[in-house]
T-cell receptor
Framework: DTAVSQTPKYLVTQMGNDKSIKCEQN?????MYWYKQDSKKFLKIMFSYNNKELIINETVPNRFSPKSPDKAHLNLHINSLELGDSAVYFC???????????????FGSGTQLSVL | SQQGEEDPQALSIQEGENATMNCSYK?????LQWYRQNSGRGLVHLIL?????REKHSGRLRVTLDTSKKSSSLLITASRAADTASYFC???????FGKGTRLSVIA
């Protein structure tokens, strides 16, 4: 019954590997996001999708590629993982996205990525 | 940078006391939101205050907004151990978060 669910919760991998994180929301929201939270708890937006279309792509290495097969899913694929990619990645969704002024975000519980 | 800045970075109080956290931002806003993050969990929306509002209440939470000073405060009254968490303010679209205030409520 979880509104925004992401898997896996923990991901431990070696440098250079490729990995994916999956996210699904059952709230009927139009917009989904990926945020990255570093070790100092700073939360930074990476991507935003509205109805399967990319609307925000912050300065993120092109090793990170989001994919949205439908508006309920937004997956994050990371190629050639680096040590600096270690962080907690959060998926979120909102009812109204780009241009809206009162969006409230619903977050998943996070994926802790550790690159060794 | 458009991000909010919370102050203090960390706050430790006794159960039953009030906790006040502050947030400052740099550019004009339509609204400001506060979120809570429990350890190992995602952020949870607490309250939204619009730019034309000065104060808003929700249960034990009281939020104020001073657009002339570009600042907001979150007051948690009669704190409980379960209030232990990090608290973030967020502004703009898409939401830009500060670094948060880590609140510890000691029973």
């Amino acid at each position: 019954d979880t509104a925004v669910s992401q898997t896996p919760k923990y991901l431990v991998t070696q440098m250079g590997n490729d990995k994916s994180i999956k996210c699904e929301q059952n709230l009927g929201h139009d917009t989904m996001y990926w945020y990255k939270q570093d070790s100092k708890k700073f939360l930074k937006i990476m991507f935003s999708y509205n109805n399967k279309e990319l609307i925000i792509n912050e300065t993120v290495p092109n090793r990170f590629s989001p994919k949205s097969p439908d508006k309920a899913h937004l997956n994050l694929h990371i190629n050639s993982l680096e040590l600096g990619d270690s962080a907690v990645y959060f998926c979120a969704s909102s009812y109204r996205g780009q241009g809206a002024t009162n969006e409230k975000l619903f977050f998943g519980s996070g994926t802790q990525l550790s690159v060794l | 940078s458009q991000q909010g800045e919370e102050d203090p970075q960390a706050l430790s109080i006794q159960e039953g006391e009030n906790a006040t956290m502050n947030c400052s931002y740099k550019t004009s806003i339509n609204n400001l939101q506060w979120y809570r993050q429990n350890s190992g969990r995602g952020l949870v929306h607490l309250i939204l205050i619009r730019s034309n509002e000065r104060e808003k209440h929700s249960g034990r939470l009281r939020v104020t907004l001073d657009t002339s000073k570009k600042s907001s405060s979150l007051l948690i009254t009669a704190s409980r151990a379960a209030d232990t968490a990090s608290y973030f303010c967020a502004t703009h679209t898409p939401l830009v978060f500060g670094k948060g205030t880590r609140l510890s409520v000691i029973a």
